[in-house]
């Protein structure tokens, strides 16, 4: 074996078991999380956190979805879970929508101080959400919307819309022009040209927002916990509730459970759409 086969070899073995250990770095917590939760506490406190469950129980599941106890209310995370729901899917479909118009309107029809526009989008994109959360706070009181359902979702369409606009904006830039011009000429208007060729041929970028923004939407905490309101309350805090207001012994099972339940949702979009997300990635997201 020559040399520079040989190196390229020994270089292949190493990318491989970094890979592996990345892996297993990344899962091991999950296959923890797992095992645990189809123990019972019996077999827990034995210690033995690696150690595969004896008899698989769904009970801290059932618990956990249904039962367990968020504050006042033994309810489970059944009620964040659909509280969730609500608020995300306005919180994903109006960025992403709002966020495509104005990445076509900037990258190709460029109205009269849009280059200001971008750099103030772009802006806002950098200023960290706990800066904005008082002023956002006393806005949303002043006109009657804070602690209720337009509240967050105003809320999660405000923080999304520069990196909403950044990414449509690139992937838009790099389309090709001849295809606006012939639209064009062929009396084609902003909206129309928007819905009849530019949509239609987002979907790439499309679903590499939807999962950007529904995984950022299902795993906050911070402001569902302060724009929410008592009644709209998402999934994560009441994951906050059932782990901290435990009495007596801690339930680990019944836990991890509930941890899983709460990130399922962006799990299972990641999996059935990560194909695309890389194809949306290579065609501009990060240009």
């Keep these: 074996m020559s040399k520079r086969k040989s190196t390229a070899l020994w270089a292949r073995v190493g990318v491989y078991a970094f890979l592996l250990f990345a892996a297993a770095f990344f899962l091991l917590p999950l296959y923890v999380m797992l095992t645990t939760s189809f123990k019972t506490m019996e077999e827990i406190r034995l210690g033995q956190i690696f150690a595969l469950p004896s ?3 769904f009970d801290a599941w059932r618990a ?12 489970g995370v059944r009620g964040g879970f659909w509280n969730s729901v609500t608020i995300a899917v306005p919180s994903v479909v109006l960025p992403i929508l709002l966020g ?3 990445g076509y309107a900037l990258s190709w029809w460029k109205p009269k101080g849009s280059q200001w526009l971008f750099g103030v989008l772009m802006l806002g994109a950098f200023i960290p959400i706990q800066v904005m959360i008082y002023p956002l706070v006393k806005l949303e009181a002043a006109i009657g919307i804070y602690s209720s359902l337009p509240g ?12 909403m606009t950044l990414l449509f904006r690139n992937y838009y830039a790099g389309l090709p022009g001849e295809l606006f011009k012939a639209a064009r000429v062929d009396g084609g208007g902003f909206w129309r040209i928007f819905f009849q060729l530019v949509l239609p041929m987002s979907t790439p970028m499309l679903i590499v927002a939807a999962i950007m923004q529904i995984t950022g939407v299902w795993n906050d ?24 207001t435990t009495t007596g012994e801690r339930l680990y099972n019944l836990n ?3 941890t899983i339940l709460t990130s399922a949702v962006p799990l299972l979009v ?18």
């Design 64 to 75: 956990a979805w249904s039962e367990a106890c968020t504050g006042v209310s033994c309810e």
């Design 55 to 57: 008899s698989i129980t």
């Design 256 to 258: 991890m459970a509930a």
């Design 152 to 163: 967050i979702v105003v809320v999660h369409l405000v923080f999304a819309m520069p990196i």
């Design 221 to 244: 905490y911070i402001l569902g916990l302060t724009f929410a309101g008592r009644e709209n309350l998402p999934m994560t805090v009441q994951l906050n509730n059932v782990i901290n």
């Design 270 to 287: 990641y999996l059935i759409s990560g194909r695309w997300f890389v194809r949306g990635i290579a065609a501009g997201a990060v240009k």
């Design 100 to 102: 495509a118009i104005n």
